[in-house]
């Protein structure tokens, strides 16, 4: 056979196998997916002061000794203030 002939061969070959790929792949977009049960967020407790209270906050670095040495770790509180 001929360079030609083996080219058009395998050619022929590769369209044959892509079309029957295709349909397969278009199968599986039609299939219903199971999706994972959402997920409810966490109550959260809602704080509305009433007038004059304001939060008052303060944050430092904080020294701390860990394994692989001393790290500066934040800190921060907040609280709530009359005035």
Do not use: N
Not at 1 to 25: I, N, R
């Amino acid at each position: 056979m001929s360079m030609k002939s083996h080219v058009f061969v395998f050619g022929f070959a590769a369209l044959l196998g892509a079309a029957t790929v295709v349909p397969s792949l278009a199968q599986t977009a039609q299939r219903p997916r199971h999706h994972a049960p959402p997920r409810y967020a966490r109550p959260y407790i809602e704080i509305r002061p009433q007038r004059l209270l304001y939060r008052h906050c303060a944050d430092w670095l904080e020294l701390q000794h860990r394994p692989s040495g001393p790290v500066l770790y934040p800190q921060y509180r907040c609280w709530w203030v009359t005035g």
